[in-house]
């Protein structure tokens, strides 16, 4: 370890002893009841506390290109951004998409929507029309925010989307034109609005809807509350050990939930500077950023990990990296060799942390202190019961090293209170009053807790999660597919990637140009992530005697497993 400095959260076992949430409550000066607005508590209280001229946001984007806000312009901002909605007509609850690249706006943005009182619902630039159309239709959103490059995927789809009624553009600097329903929108030039009165929102309004990809059906919105900021503040604090003095950096993009929970909400509740970097992945770049910026708390992801260990350590060497103090790490599985790595190279171990979309916050983690097991995510956050389930019964299991799933017993502030208009979904969340995270583990005789993989088919591809099938709906609208299966295979840097399986219409015979022309078919309609690595035309598909398609025969030749019980298979 680099630092002496006592971690924020001091003794695990002591928080463990008095926990309640109630310690974040009074930090944040809220007792029940009271409004609580997550755009205020990170904009206008952090300068009520005299923070009104620290640096909250360091932005940088290509070729060097650099902008910085205080935490006076975050106010400034995103009252003038909720402003600005308020007089379209924009009300509460109405559901605000924000589709853009990482730039400013996407962050300020998100603030003035949850300032305005409506629901932010931030989308992945890279979706595709069909994955904007599905999430856009299903939360009938009233209004995208975007920006020229992405507005003409909101176009091809507008017709489709009857609750669409402002499309706003931010980047339009009068050069190119609009069509008629779109509004251009410029922060730098719009009149700085002094005093807007942030929505009297109370611990139950709706805040942020992220979508998330299961194994069926199309993607449910994750619907979350304002009061989710009890969990965001104090796992920043006690997770990420952010302090005053940080220069914190969370690689995650808001269109997924850890830029949202730790890459917004987390670090600006706690009055905290955060830098964004908007470029491509680059090893060398991400070493320039922390040597420049002097990142000391580096919040990413194994995927990352993995590409920066495969760039070596001479580019390391090239940078001066000795300003970070604290590294974490979310949404796939931290091999033990990235740990050990990252302690032999930057002189400090990646501490895991393991939560979703759902839980909103971290559940189970390597607290700063907390002995590091390589490969193991470590402990249940203080507030956070978790335990394993027997996989056939769901009844709590006792013996250490057998494979249970992973449950939360419900009730921390953050976690999710629905699926937009998908109560049964949402139900089957839930069994004998625990949560399912739908992830298996091992615990060890420490109580530590050792990922296995997900208890359903979807695949975690870099950190993100896609839907099989998703993926096969969108294969079989090409002409020639008659049936397809959607696995995922291993990948030495992206842990698995995507796998189709294809069987083709009669007449229809399999060639590379057919191939090429499905590929090409399908990206036009997918997430380059939700994009297969490779399509194999097979005669035949592996079913069950009804007639369902068993991904589990074809996924486990894949990775070179046992297939396991085939006794329901209709063609063996
Ligand atoms: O399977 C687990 C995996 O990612 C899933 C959640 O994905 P998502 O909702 O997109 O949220 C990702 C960021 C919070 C989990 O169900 N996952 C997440 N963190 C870990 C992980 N798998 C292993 N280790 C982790 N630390």
Redesign the pocket.
Request: hydrophobic share 35%; no cysteine.
């Given at each position: 370890m680099k630092t002496t400095i006592p971690s924020n959260i001091g003794s695990y076992e002591a928080r463990l002893k008095d926990f309640s949430w109630s310690i974040a409550e009074k930090e944040l000066g809220y007792r029940p009841g009271d409004d609580i607005n997550i755009a205020w508590y990170c904009t206008d209280r952090i300068c009520k506390m005299g923070k009104a001229s620290k640096t909250a946001f360091i932005w940088e984007g290509l070729g060097g290109a650099e902008k910085k806000y205080t935490f006076n312009d975050l106010r400034l901002a995103s009252n003038t951004i909720a402003s600005f909605f308020k007089g379209l007509g924009i009300r509460r609850e109405q559901r605000v998409c924000l589709f853009m690249d990482r730039i400013p706006e996407l962050y300020l943005g998100f603030l003035g929507v949850l300032k305005l009182g409506a629901v932010a619902q931030p989308l992945f630039s890279a979706f595709g029309d069909e994955s904007l159309l599905v999430r856009l239709e299903n939360a009938q959103t009233t209004a995208v925010m975007t920006t020229h490059k992405h507005v003409n995927k909101v176009r091809k789809i507008r017709e489709k989307l009857p609750h669409l009624k402002h499309i706003i553009v931010v980047d339009d600097q009068g050069k190119k034109p609009l069509q008629a329903g779109e509004v251009a929108f410029s922060l730098e030039k719009a009149e700085p609005v002094e005093d807007f009165q942030a929505a009297a929102t109370k611990a139950e309004s709706p805040s942020v809807l992220h979508y998330?990809s299961g194994t069926t059906g199309q993607p449910k919105g994750v619907r979350h509350v304002h009061y989710s900021l009890i969990s965001q503040y104090l796992t920043a604090k006690w997770v990420l050990d952010l302090r005053d003095d940080d220069m914190y950096w969370c690689t995650?993009d808001p269109g997924?939930?850890?830029g949202t929970?730790y890459g917004i909400i987390g670090p600006w509740s706690l009055g905290v500077t955060q830098c964004v970097l908007d470029v491509g992945f680059s090893a060398d770049a991400w070493y320039q950023f922390i040597e420049k910026h002097k990142i000391t708390m580096w919040y990413s992801a194994?995927t990352a990990i993995r590409s920066l260990m495969k760039a070596g350590e001479e580019v390391v060497k090239k940078h001066d990296l000795s300003s970070l103090r604290h590294l974490a790490?979310?949404?796939?599985?931290?091999n033990a060799e990235a740990v050990v790595w990252s302690q032999r190279v930057f002189g400090l171990p990646f501490h895991?942390?393991?939560?979703?979309?759902?839980?909103g916050s971290i559940m189970?983690t390597n607290l700063p202190g907390m002995k590091i097991k390589p490969g193991s995510?470590a402990k249940p956050f203080p507030g956070i019961t978790a335990t394993l389930l027997d996989l056939a019964t769901f009844e709590p299991m006792n013996s250490t090293g057998k494979v249970g799933l992973i449950a939360v017993r419900p009730g921390w502030p953050a976690m999710l209170r629905g699926y937009w208009n998908n109560e049964e979904a949402y139900k089957k969340k839930f069994r004998n009053g625990w949560y399912l995270?739908?992830?298996r583990a091992t615990i060890d005789q420490d109580g530590y807790f050792w990922?296995v993989g997900?208890d359903d088919d979807?695949i975690?591809t870099a950190?993100?999660?896609v839907s099989p099938f998703e993926v096969e709906s969108v294969l079989l609208e090409h002409p020639a597919v008659a049936e397809s299966a959607v696995v995922s295979k291993p990948d030495e840097i992206n842990m698995e990637v995507v796998k189709a399986f294809v069987t083709l219409k009669p007449g229809r015979q399999p060639s590379d140009d057919l191939q090429l022309e499905i590929m090409n078919f399908i990206r036009k309609k997918l997430s380059p992530l939700a994009m297969p690595q490779e399509i194999e035309f097979t005669p035949s598909l592996p079913k069950t005697r009804s007639g369902k398609i068993m991904r589990r025969v074809l996924k486990a030749k894949e990775w070179g497993q046992e297939i396991g019980d085939i006794s329901t298979l209709e063609n063996d």
């Open positions: 998330t995650a997924w939930v850890t929970s194994p790490s979310v949404g796939e599985p931290l895991d942390s393991y939560w979703q979309t759902e839980t189970i995510m995270t739908g992830d990922f997900r979807v975690n950190g993100h999660l």
